[in-house]
């Protein structure tokens, strides 16, 4: 036997100890599900640039998501505020880029990574009572949205957006993440009760026609009592030119 047969069943002999004892491969080692790992996947291709390998956040890209939970997850995926375009001021609510089932699995990865806020457990969300969710909702919320909930601006060129094509999901998220500078409604600032009871109350206000009369945007009663002036005077004079002219 030459010995460069030797070294050949030398090497295969050493190649298949290395395998059999070699750590297996980091995601099996990690302890994810395998919902977690499918959204592992599509953090690294969709979010990674901005959040970072280990979802500590890149400096003037993106923030940490460590503990930032499923709901704020669920929100800002499910909006299609997130991923982000990368020039953009503040994430709009759009067209979402992942189906549910791809949130599912994003969500499983970063709740995994720390924890954090989690959806409602099932049931009706808008359960609450009416009168106490408008009560909490003009204590809390309109100082941005507006008292219809037609959204508002802010300082720094933001906005606070309308509410009008919120779901009771996102409304109840929002409230839980406090996206930008919107402040989070943790259960001890608002309990799951009174959160379902501004969300009956945000969702019956939208369903809720004008009641009557053009709605100039609900803008309350003194700016439509100025409308009625304006265009009632504005009538006024042109009756009296008219006759005037006539004259
Ligand atoms: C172009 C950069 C960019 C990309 C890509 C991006 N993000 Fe973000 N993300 C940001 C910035 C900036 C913020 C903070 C600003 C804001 O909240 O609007 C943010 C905020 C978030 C938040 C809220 C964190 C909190 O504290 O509540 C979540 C959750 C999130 N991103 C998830 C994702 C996921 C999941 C993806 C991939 C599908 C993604 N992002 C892709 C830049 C990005
Ligand atoms: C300090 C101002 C402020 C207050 C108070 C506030 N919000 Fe917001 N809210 C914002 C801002 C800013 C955004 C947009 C965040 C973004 O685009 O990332 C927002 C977004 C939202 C959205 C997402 C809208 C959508 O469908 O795209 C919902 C729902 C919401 N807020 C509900 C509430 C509720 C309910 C309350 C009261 C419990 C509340 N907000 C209090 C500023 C505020």
Known sequence: MSSGLALLLALIAVGGLYSATAP???AQDSGLSVEAMAGQE????????CHGRNLQGVEDQGPS??????AAVY????????????NEAQAQRKTPAYDDAEVNQLMAYIQANGGGPTLPDEGDL????????????????ASCHNFAGRGGALSGGKNAPALTESTDLDIYTAMLSG????????DNQLTPEQK??????????KETADPGGAGIGRAGPVPEGLVI??????VCLVVCVWVGSRA
């Open 24 to 26: 297996e491969s980091t």
């Open 42 to 49: 599509i953090y690294e291709n969709g979010c990674i640039t």
């Open 65 to 70: 998501l460590i503990g930032v939970g499923e």
């Open 75 to 86: 929100f800002q995926v499910g909006t299609g505020r997130m991923p982000l375009a990368q």
């Open 126 to 141: 808008r359960e609450g009572e009416l009168a106490e969710g408008g009560e909490l909702f003009r204590l809390n919320c």
């Open 179 to 186: 996206p930008q500078n919107m402040p989070v409604f943790g």
């Open 196 to 205: 379902r009871s501004i969300i009956n109350y945000v969702q019956t206000l």
């Open 229 to 234: 002036w304006v265009v009632g005077i504005t």
